[in-house]
């Protein structure tokens, strides 16, 4: 056995060795937090998305969209990620490589949440620790900590008049796209839009493989709501038992886990947004569904200090490897922070039609303003000038008291006389009023998620005095179906039929590996390392049978057998993949192979 080597090395020698991913351009020699996914990679990172997808996208009956990974400047301005979205940078003065100070901190210390710290404070955390830099070993004390922006900045054509970044995450894709997206869902709230893609973030110390990378998959979900009007239907998770790590427990001395479900936990406050309960719920059901160890998964709330700039609360789902707790989901709380930042930036309309119950009379203040005036004083701006006004009598009323009025219009200041304005207050009938929605954000690391999983699923045992290494991996989402073996390769009857079996099975939507090379042992232990649920062996017992042709299935994890019609081969296995039977469910209904 291998127990000298830590969890996170078994994962990244196997993961390289048999195609789940490696680290990519290494015939140049490679460059750190970029990461290349084998055939076993792709396929798992593939079903893992499509699970998601089944369960986010078709479930909640949401919308889907894909958007450019490559966005104007303009639009990370209004979402603050220009400003905002920055990691702790301390440099070695020795041999200038750059490191996060907050890892550093978190690594050498009893801290676990060194991102709250200021800069000032990691500086005094670094002196306090005489932290030293881990790739020349210079002292870092005394030097200074800096923000370093992670976004990745381009040029949108020719030059440099047009900058552009790389997306940081996918949701900006679908907020600056809400108001095509909304007259989709017909302007009604609630509704969600979900996008899978790509994501770019330039870390200052990519590490542990492909759980902080450069390049990375979301799956993120923006769920849209009224908040005075919208409540998730919790009855569908109100059941679920979650453990729960609050902020309240990790800042006590002694704090610790709460064991309760997600009903409870909204009744009494500890998840304090019924939405984010409705996900964390939904959430614990689909990463147990795929393979996630709940012995090994807690959802933990973020700090004040942890939250990013849009949040106002946020919990992660954090899965443990190594000893070690890594974040592979974020459940935020947005408000309406993104929609009125686009609003605000491209003067679009980012609201939604709330129909009152009832027809309402209020004081609303308008202006008509005297385009004979405006148009000779204004020229071609007039038509923006009137804008603006309309706009500020209905913000601010108050700022038609005087004799003049003054707008802005493309950074250029604009007076007009009150009197030209026609500004009035008038009684109106409305059936309704413009809101800014709310956001509730589900954002799901793909990448953290296939770690998580091979991780959770990595198991050596011994089978016939052998040592074997084999990954229990869920028949939903592992990147093999089954194998197909002839028992030997020489008898043409068991290779026909093999190739029979695999063109069918192939034809039913499953993927199939075909395998004559080497002891049928050999073989099983091959696909039991890259976690292929079942291996059909095709025997003359299976030819000679009386009645319908038979082949043995081998299920994985347990090594037991049973004998199956060719005939039906292809329903029962899609039925254990779709999770409608059990091997367990066919033991009970075909013969089972003994030792005797």
């Known amino acids: 056995m291998t127990a000298d080597r830590t969890e996170g090395e078994r994962l990244t020698e196997l993961a390289k060795r048999r195609g789940y991913y490696f680290g990519s351009s290494e015939a140049y020699g490679g460059t750190a937090g970029f990461y290349t996914y084998g055939p076993q990679g792709a396929a798992l990172k593939s079903n893992v998305e499509d699970a998601w997808r089944e369960r986010f996208t078709v479930q909640e009956g949401n919308l889907e969209i894909d958007a450019p990974t490559i966005m104007p400047e303009p639009v990370f301005e209004a979402s603050g990620h220009l400003d905002t979205f920055d990691d702790m940078l301390v440099e070695c003065p020795e041999c200038a490589e750059s490191h996060r100070a907050d890892h550093l901190i978190e690594d050498n210390s009893d801290l676990e949440d ?96 492909i759980v902080r990378t450069r390049e990375f998959t979301q799956a993120e979900l923006e769920q849209f709501i009224d908040p005075e009007r919208d409540e998730p239907d919790l009855s569908a998770v109100e059941d679920v038992a979650v453990l729960l790590y609050p902020a309240t427990e990790q800042q006590k001395d002694d704090g610790d886990y709460i064991e309760t479900t997600i009903g409870a936990a909204v009744e009494d406050g500890s998840i304090g947004n019924a939405w984010l309960g409705y996900f964390l719920g939904i959430a614990q059901e689909w990463y147990e569904r795929v393979g996630v160890d709940m012995d090994r998964f807690r959802f933990r709330q973020h700090l004040a200090g942890e939250r990013a700039h849009y949040s106002s609360d946020c919990w992660d789902a954090e899965s443990e490897v190594d000893g070690d707790w890594i974040e592979i989901a974020g459940f935020s709380y947005r408000s309406d922070y993104d929609l009125s930042k686009h609003a605000e930036y491209s003067e679009e309309d980012y609201t939604v039609f709330r129909q009152y119950d009832e027809p309402k009379t209020v004081e609303r203040a308008v202006v008509d303003p005297d385009m004979s005036v405006l148009g000779p004083k204004f020229g071609g701006a007039a038509g923006d000038v009137k804008d603006a006004l309309e706009r500020l009598a209905e913000r601010d009323p108050d700022a038609f008291d005087g004799d003049e009025v003054t707008v802005e219009v493309d950074g250029e200041t604009h007076t007009v006389e009150t009197d030209v304005t026609n500004f009035a207050v008038e009684e109106q009938t409305i059936n309704g009023e413009h809101i800014t929605p709310h956001v509730v954000e589900p954002s799901f690391g793909v990448d953290r998620t296939v770690y998580t999983l091979l991780a959770h699923a990595y198991e050596e045992d011994e089978v016939d005095d052998e ?78 049978s009386d009645g319908e042709t038979t082949v043995t299935v081998r299920e994985r994890d347990s090594g037991r057998q049973i004998r199956v019609p060719v005939s039906a081969l292809a329903d029962e296995l899609g039925a254990v993949r779709g999770g409608d039977r059990t091997f367990d469910d066919l033991a009970a209904e075909y013969d089972e192979l003994t030792d005797d």
């Open 114 to 209: 060194a991102e709250t710290l200021s800069l000032e404070e990691a500086a005094e955390e670094i002196a306090a620790l005489d932290l030293v830099c881990p790739n020349c070993g210079a002292e870092l004390a005394g030097q200074s900590v800096d923000n370093f922006n992670l976004m990745f900045e381009t040029n949108i054509g020719p030059g440099s008049s047009d900058p552009g970044y790389l997306r940081p995450e996918t949701a900006q894709g679908i907020f600056v796209e809400f108001p095509r997206i909304k007259e989709y869902a017909r302007n009604r709230l609630p509704f969600g839009v979900t996008q899978v893609g790509r994501a770019y973030r330039n870390e200052i110390s990519p590490r542990k493989s």
């Open 467 to 544: 040592e074997r290494t084999y990954l229990s991996l869920s028949p939903e989402v592992a990147p093999r179906d089954v194998g197909v073996f002839p028992l030997v390769s020489n008898v043409p009857e068991l290779v026909d039929l093999a190739d029979e079996i695999v063109d069918d099975l192939r034809a039913a939507g499953l993927s199939v590996v075909y395998d004559d090379s080497g002891s049928i042992g050999r073989r099983y232990r091959r696909q039991d390392e890259v976690g292929t649920p079942f291996c059909i062996t095709v025997d003359r017992d299976g030819l000679e």
